[in-house]
């Protein structure tokens, strides 16, 4: 009979008071701002605010405690400016100085007390209209342009679930029911009327509840208790608030209780925090209306008989103005749960008087906008001091819950690098030069830049260069790299895939291969033709369907033709012969989503690192299960894993540290236990995507969104990870990859081609060695080369049971002969003479004495010099005056 049951705050009537004593008209005193488009307040801190507007930056305000009064111009900081106008800004619901943020179709975590970005989630197709935080924090729920509603994982930068949102074109809002698994969001229906979605987090295949309201064109703002279940909403525009109430245990999960007019049309809407109520008077919920020159106060109050006790009934503990954890222990993956504080009168003078007695916690000084902007522009030089606030004023600063025992504000920690020697490496200054323009590909339009994080957005061959293009239904551009030339404004050819891209890979043995792992779960083989695409192709040769999710990685065999390496969501490695369009072996072992899984060089076993932190080996074809396991990168936003070493037998794995700390770690396949070494490179939240080029033993690692290419060489001496020159670009890239050994220019000592992708152009990038005599070939760095891209072996062959060898051959130009003949000059030879040698050693009684002669002829006597005051001309004794 549950669903009978009448709530108590069904009742509840809202109090509008009288326009001469409850209306107040706005003052004409704010901050000095551009257009602002959203602005929030800390839920530790009543008077710190943040604000977004047109101008690409994000600052934070502090409040006088008596209010403004005049014009506020300088903010306490100003977080490094973004790319484009910043829609959003949220601070986070239980961890102090954190906040989230959306620009464009980008979603970012800041970490306040650095004024750094930690994480950068651009998984949207669309400009993001809104985002909100589950209750404890751990997630967040965005709608976006694209019509999608997604469910974000900001530690590990990745998108739990995402389903479709809304019809209309108009702006839609989101917003998590408290710590709940349910997410409601309100916007328009294709026929242009307003409604109301929920889902489950659970199962989002599929609405809890699709309520339609009217058609009118404010768009809806909502704002929910979790305390009471009481919803509100408000369109822009409008003049009418709707009173809803959301139950479990009810028929209806939304069930629409009253409304309310006002004399004036909504301008904006806020609720009042619950600890501000007036509970003695039952006031449950209240509204705070913005009109065009005032803000009315709207009270939503039970009626009661009685107003003499507190009605527990009606109040619940609530959540405390107080963080439950620090902004390092959320990064580093903490969710601890919302502190809770009675809303009882006397109950709250007793926790008050506790808290004074307790001491008080250092507060963090944030830095001042001066110096967050020179730590934008110079991220590698330390921050200033900040600047010096009164007392009263830091007081309630950007609150630090950190324990009484240990400092607030602590210096950021700078990545610890291993001793690497004095080794000295043949590599060791390399350089990277860009090739001439007329090598470049230029207007690139619409690249996508919300891959997800498990894709590396960028293939090459020898032949062509493929990447992900923006919009529905998962195009694939492939343009010709030795074709360089200007690509049209509209109309270019592209592979339609019918469903979002997850990952894809171009075949190593056939040029004009390509697989895609699409969000539909199939996984898609396609031909290009010779020459490239002339038209849109969006129909496969090749269809695999086998995982019960989403595909999120795909990786050819490295010896053998036509078989795939797959894994999904449902947390299943597929080994498929793409002949037979059919999956021969899946592999099992793993707990969550795998970040990465790469192929030793002679294809006979699979490497994997997943989000449970663990790498794995697998042999396909003797069992399912892994051979060894592990611990991996400690941190679970991401990781990439790639065989090297000398023999080819180490695994070289990349990911984040607990402190957020970039690190590449160094295995030996046959005993996972231990790492063999790991260097931490720096503090940034893309994955580094490594490509080790088996000949040099050099690894390059890249980033999206980055400027610097890292380098590092692979060694079998301690510590086995040496640092080498780093490349750096006048502008962020968004992916990097490299070709194979046979178009370096050998004569110019080049080891390695990079092909970078630019967000409207690219480019290649030539690895040099320097070297003097360079009319001979280097031998010493340009061993035979693995002919990688001929097969060894055939997919029947490989999954026999066979292993195949491809060959090796020589990089040497021909007519070029090798350093390694050239004969070395003998050196000069010098005549020996005792005598010299014996002219020329001194004792140590002589040196010591020419030492000290030397300081004394430093240190002369000055006792006979005059005083500078002796040298000075004076006056007779009659000119002073008296």
Not at 301 to 308: E, G, L, T, Y
Not at 627 to 638: A, H, N, V, W
């Amino acid at each position: 009979m549950n669903r009978f049951r009448t709530s108590k705050y069904r009742n509840a009537a809202p109090k509008i008071p009288k326009k001469e004593v409850g209306f107040k008209v706005l003052l004409e005193f704010s901050f000095a701002l551009d257009f602002v488009t959203d602005l929030d307040f800390s839920p530790f801190d009543g008077r710190l605010l943040s604000t977004c507007s047109y101008d690409c930056a994000i600052k934070l305000w502090q409040i006088p405690e008596e209010g403004i009064k005049e014009l506020v111009s300088s903010p306490l900081c100003v977080l490094p400016q973004l790319p484009g106008r910043v829609e959003n800004v949220l601070f986070h619901p239980s961890a102090s100085e954190v906040l989230g943020s959306s620009c464009g179709r980008s979603v970012s975590i800041w970490d306040l007390r650095k004024q750094q970005q930690k994480y950068s989630l651009e998984c949207h197709q669309d400009l993001v209209h809104s985002l909100c935080w589950k209750g404890d924090g751990s997630l967040l729920v965005t709608s976006s342009k694209d019509k999608k509603i997604r469910i974000l994982d900001p530690r590990s930068s990745s998108v739990v679930v995402e389903c479709d949102g809304f019809d209309g074109m108009k702006e839609s809002r989101v917003l998590w029911l408290g710590n709940t698994d349910k997410i409601l969001g309100v916007g328009f229906s294709k026929s242009r009327a307003r409604e109301v979605i929920v889902w489950d987090v659970k199962d989002m295949s599929k609405p809890v509840q699709r309520l339609s309201l009217d058609t009118s064109s404010g768009i809806l703002m909502p704002f929910f208790d979790p305390d009471t279940n009481m919803l509100f909403l408000a369109g822009k525009g409008d003049s009418v608030i709707q009173f809803l109430e959301i139950s479990d245990t009810a028929a209806s999960f939304v069930t629409q209780v009253s409304s309310q007019v006002m004399e004036e049309q909504h301008k904006g809407m806020c609720s009042v925090p619950k600890l501000a109520l007036n509970v003695m008077a039952c006031e449950v919920v209240r509204l705070l209306q913005l009109t065009k020159s005032s803000v009315v106060p709207l009270s939503y109050c039970v009626p009661r008989k009685s107003h003499r006790e507190f009605h527990e009934d009606l109040f619940p503990d609530t959540v405390a103005r107080e963080a439950s954890m620090t902004a390092d222990e959320w990064f580093s993956g903490s969710n601890n749960p919302m502190k809770k504080v009675s809303l009882n009168p006397s109950k709250q003078q007793a926790q008050q008087k506790t808290a004074l007695e307790k001491p008080q916690k250092p507060t963090l000084k944030p830095k001042p906008a001066i110096e967050a902007e020179k730590a934008s522009a110079s991220p590698e030089k330390s921050a200033a001091e900040p600047k010096e606030m009164s007392t009263d004023m830091t007081s309630k600063v950007v609150a630090q819950s950190t324990p009484a025992s240990k400092p607030a504000a602590e210096s950021p920690v700078r990545p610890r690098k291993a001793f690497t020697g004095v080794r000295s490496s043949k590599f060791r200054h390399l350089h990277g030069t860009p090739m001439h323009k007329s090598n470049n590909i230029e207007n690139v339009r619409n690249l996508s830049i919300s891959m997800p994080g498990d894709c590396d957005g960028f293939q090459v061959n020898q032949e062509f260069a493929a990447f992900p293009l923006s919009g529905p239904g998962g195009q694939i551009a492939v343009i010709p790299l030795n074709k360089p030339c200007r690509l049209p404004d509209s109309g270019l050819p592209v592979i339609q895939c019918g469903s979002g891209v997850m990952d894809y890979a171009m075949d190593p043995f056939n040029k004009q291969q390509l697989a895609t792992a699409c969000e539909s779960g199939f996984i898609y083989i396609w031909e290009v033709p010779d020459g490239g695409l002339t038209d849109v192709i969006n129909s496969p040769s090749v269809v695999l369907k086998g995982h019960y999710d989403k595909p999120n990685i795909v990786k050819y065999h490295p010896t053998a033709s036509g078989v795939l390496a797959s894994s999904a969501l449902d947390l299943t490695v597929k080994i498929w012969d793409v002949n037979k369009a059919k999956a021969l072996i899946t592999l099992n072992g793993h707990n969550e989503q795998v970040f990465s899984l790469n192929w030793k060089a002679d294809g006979t076993k699979l490497a994997t690192v997943s989000r449970d932190n663990k790498v794995r080996i697998f042999d396909p074809r003797s069992q399912v299960s892994p051979l060894e396991t592990g611990p991996g990168p400690e941190g679970s936003r991401g990781a990439r894993v790639v065989w090297g070493g000398p023999s080819g037998d180490w695994l070289v794995v990349t990911g984040f540290g607990r402190s957020s700390n970039r690190t590449i770690s160094v295995y030996d396949h046959r005993n996972l236990s231990e790492v063999l070494s790991t260097v931490e490179i720096n503090v940034a939240p893309a994955t580094l995507i490594p490509f080790y080029d088996e000949d040099s033993s050099v690894i390059f690692l890249s980033a999206k969104g980055e400027t610097t290419i890292f380098a590092y060489e692979i060694s079998d001496e301690p510590p086995h990870i040496f640092e080498l020159s780093n490349y750096r670009t006048k502008e962020p890239y968004q992916a990097v990859a490299f070709m194979p050994k046979t178009v370096c220019n050998i004569k110019e000592v080049e080891f390695a081609r990079a092909v970078k992708l630019n967000k409207t152009s690219i480019d290649l990038i030539m690895f040099q060695v320097p070297r003097v005599k360079t009319e001979y070939f280097q031998d010493d760095l340009f061993p035979d080369t693995r002919v990688w891209w001929e097969p060894a072996l055939t997919s029947d062959q490989w999954f026999a049971g066979e292993n195949g060898t491809q060959r090796n051959m020589s990089l040497r130009p021909d007519g070029m002969k090798p350093l390694s003949e050239v004969p070395k000059e003998a050196p000069i030879a010098r005549k020996y003479d005792s005598r010299h040698e014996l002219e020329e050693v001194k004792s140590t009684e002589q040196m010591k004495e020419e030492l000290v002669s030397s300081m004394v002829e430093k240190l002369r006597n000055y006792d006979d010099d005059p005083l500078p005051q002796d040298l000075q001309e004076g006056v007779d004794d009659d000119e002073w005056d008296d």
